[in-house]
């Protein structure tokens, strides 16, 4: 491999696809004894000692069809994958597809600005190999906005004091299950806001709070933050 070359590094993730996704969540969980760390509608992680399995409904179109047709198909050939790190995703991607392999799927996770929005710019995608097997490449800046936990801390500025703005804003991160976190007023006239949860539930709260108080905030800084355990509820501070 010359300097020139995409690296990958081999991740501790495996991904298993399953037309019957709530028996085999369930065999892994509570006959297996692996530890939940996050569920999505299709999707669970769970957490070992050596990887972390990901155990996902295959899609509709996959659990109609037989074994050799889905595998042959190439958006979802073979239902076991792993996954790799790349630290340039588009040499990566380029590599891939010079050496004969299928991408099936791409945007399967999204980077994060620093406002915590998503960016659109592709950093992962499913792959197939000419061997027949799958896996799945991503930029280490890659998230997965309806299913990983992000935390941000949001500053609002204007007349956010006085006016009802912190019960607002607690009142609509209590209608996302997800949320955790706090509201508190600052020194300097700001309100303070940070908020933890699944990525599309926290971009909502942060629409809703903007809408609500259009006509009021002047200014609004956001950045990702760093995740804060054993927070299990929303707060006004």
Known sequence: MDARSPRFRLSRFVAVRVRDFGRAVAFYRDVIGLRVAAAGDTEVRFEGDAITLFVEALPMADAAADDSTAATRGRYAGKTFFEFEVD???????????????????????????????????????????????????????????????????????????????????????????????????????????????AADVDALVDAIRERWVDSITQVDCVRGPLMAGEAEFRIE
């Open 88 to 198: 340039d995703f588009a040499k990566a991607r380029d590599a891939l597809l010079r050496a004969g392999c299928r991408e099936s799927s791409s945007g399967v996770c999204c980077a994060a600005r620093a406002d915590g929005t998503p960016d659109p710019t592709p950093c992962s995608a499913m792959f197939s190999d000419p061997f027949g097997l799958s896996f799945h490449i991503y930029h280490g800046s890659a998230v997965l906005p309806e299913f990983d936990t992000v935390r941000i801390e949001v500053r609002f500025r204007g007349r956010v004091q006085g006016v009802g703005f912190r019960q607002t804003a607690a009142s609509f991160a209590r209608q996302w299950p997800s949320l955790a976190g706090f509201v508190r007023n600052e020194r300097d006239g700001s309100v303070e806001l940070a908020a933890q949860g699944k």
